[in-house]
């Protein structure tokens, strides 16, 4: 598609932080800390850093996926965000050096992956990512649900990305 830009580029990079603004960034990652119970994470479409930032300064080993080179460079001008391992590509396809005892994404962003295959897909590589013991969580913005199982193998996570029951216990 002409004009079209898979990512956001330089010119969102530099205005991201300001315009994405919740107001519940402290309570996220208060909660991804204790889902984390000092193991390694992993956070998917880790844009700027502005949650797995302050994660890692709570102790937490983050890396993460991130599909815009713009938004890791940003990220990299940070304080602390030349200590965060990024891989740069698509967060459904590429993998990260390591496996984690938790993978997460936040808010919305399971949304830029614009059909259910490729979403699927996020949680397929999500599960590849992830220890024997793992915590995967999902956040809206008016909840944040959480699920501990053991590894999903790929051909469960397509039927239940939240675990093998098929349900996410509220937190």
Do not use: W
Request: glycine share 10%.
């Amino acid at each position: 598609m002409k004009g079209y830009q898979r990512g956001f580029g330089e010119e969102i990079a530099d205005y991201y932080d300001e315009l994405s603004v919740r107001g519940d960034e402290d309570a996220t990652v208060a909660f991804l800390e204790q889902l984390a119970r000092g193991g390694p994470a992993l956070e998917l479409a880790i844009g700027t850093g502005r949650i797995a930032l302050p994660l890692s300064e709570r102790g937490v080993r983050v890396d993460g996926i991130e599909l815009s080179p713009d938004m890791v460079a940003r990220l990299r001008e940070k304080p602390g965000g030349d200590a965060i391992s990024v891989t740069v590509g698509d967060m459904s396809q590429v993998r990260a050096p390591a496996t984690y005892r938790m993978v997460y994404l936040v808010f919305n962003t399971i949304y830029n992956l614009l059909t259910q295959d490729g979403q699927v897909r996020c949680f397929e590589n999500a599960a590849r990512h992830l220890t024997a013991s793992t915590a995967t969580t999902r956040s809206r913005r008016s909840s944040m649900r959480t699920t501990s199982s053991s590894r999903i193998p790929a051909s469960d996570s397509a039927r239940s990305p939240v675990g093998r029951s098929g349900r996410a216990s509220s937190t």
